[in-house]
């Protein structure tokens, strides 16, 4: 299944305007289309000025499907209107995924790491290993490891559940502090951390109830 992520940056005081462009935009298109299965909006949990997009789609004829290219129009368009810089969509090769069918999303959190692209497979590993643990201890509604195909070295990870997701807590934490001993070696800048943001929250579509 093809699936894609883009990020944005509002511009100064342009925060709460992007986040509703991107709510309509989502609401108007995303959730009309019978290829759509999921999607959702993660919001940087430090300054709120940058958000991350995940999309998920049933087939790939829905990449390049009459649905899909409006909804990238309506992102250029108001990338032009309250953002830094126009943005991109990127697809993701998974590295590990888990889904739980009959746990709905009501919170997540998302984390996008950048290593260098000779080190993104050995990075990768050590996320699946973070993911199986998780997977294990949690059994989340959602979790995925994916690699950007045209960003060398990006990475996303992407954890969500029906249970309260407490970022801040995480962020504290002795496993977090584990987590990031894993992966430190291989990092070339710091992991940016998302929240789901409440303003989009969450789209399974027809085809995942």
């Known amino acids: 299944m093809p699936c894609f992520v883009r990020r944005w940056s509002a511009r ?30 993660y919001r940087e949990h430090v300054e709120g000025r940058e958000f991350l997009g995940l999309a998920i789609y049933d087939e790939e004829a829905a990449v390049t499907g009459a649905t899909r290219r409006a909804l990238l129009e309506a992102f250029a368009l108001l990338e032009a209107a309250y953002a830094e810089r126009p943005g991109s969509s990127l697809r993701l090769t998974t590295v590990f995924e888990f889904v739980s069918i009959g746990r709905p999303v009501v919170s997540g ?6 290593s260098a692209p000779a080190s993104w497979v050995e990075l990768s590993q050590r996320l699946k290993t973070i993911a199986r643990q998780i997977v294990e201890a949690l059994a989340p509604s959602r979790l995925l490891v994916g690699h950007a195909d045209d960003d060398p070295g990006l990475l996303v990870f992407i954890c969500d559940d029906k249970e309260e997701i407490d970022l801040p807590r995480y962020m504290g934490s002795s496993t977090r502090s584990a987590h990031l001993r894993a992966i430190a070696p291989f990092l070339i800048e710091p992991p940016r951390w998302f929240a789901l943001d409440p303003t989009w929250r969450y789209f399974r579509g027809r085809q995942q109830r």
């Open 12 to 41: 100064t005081g342009m925060e709460s305007h992007l986040r509703q462009a991107l709510a309509r935009a989502h609401q108007d298109l995303f959730t009309r289309d019978d290829q759509g299965l999921e999607s959702a909006l």
């Open 109 to 114: 959190m998302a984390a996008v790491l950048r």
